[in-house]
């Protein structure tokens, strides 16, 4: 599975901003589809944002409750997967990742997008 993201910015506190992420290859396989975040001085740690699964469960990290929002869209050679930031504040600042998951716990990772969030 490849993944290619987009969207990300620089945004005022209380802005918004949406994140979209193309899958492409072995869709058939994917069971779920995130976001994760990698914040400045966090090392190598990423932080589950929000994911969703082929069932269309979702689950959101507790500080994003309410205001991101995510959803896919899947057509015939590509899936969509996107994230809706709204009522962004300065610590959601981080470079973003999309993430797949296949069946059989393969993981792929897109490039990453980076959101700074001024005040």
């Known amino acids: 599975v490849q993944l290619v993201e987009s969207g990300g910015g620089l945004v005022q506190a209380g802005g918004s901003l949406r994140l979209s992420c193309a899958a492409t290859?072995?869709?058939?396989?994917?069971?779920?589809m995130g976001w994760y975040r990698q914040a400045p001085g966090e090392g190598e740690q990423r932080e589950l944002v929000?994911?969703?699964?082929?069932?269309?469960?979702?689950?959101?990290r507790d500080s994003v409750k309410g205001r991101f929002t995510i959803s896919r869209a899947s057509a015939e050679s590509t899936n969509t997967l996107t994230l809706q930031m709204n009522n962004l504040k300065p610590e959601d600042t981080a470079v973003y990742y999309c993430?797949?998951?296949?069946?059989?716990?393969?993981?792929?990772w897109g490039q990453g997008t980076q959101v700074t969030v001024s005040l």
């Open positions: 290859g072995r869709l058939f396989n994917i069971y779920a």
């Open positions: 993430n797949a998951i296949e069946r059989g716990m393969v993981t792929n």
């Open positions: 929000a994911q969703i699964t082929s069932d269309d469960r979702t689950t959101y």
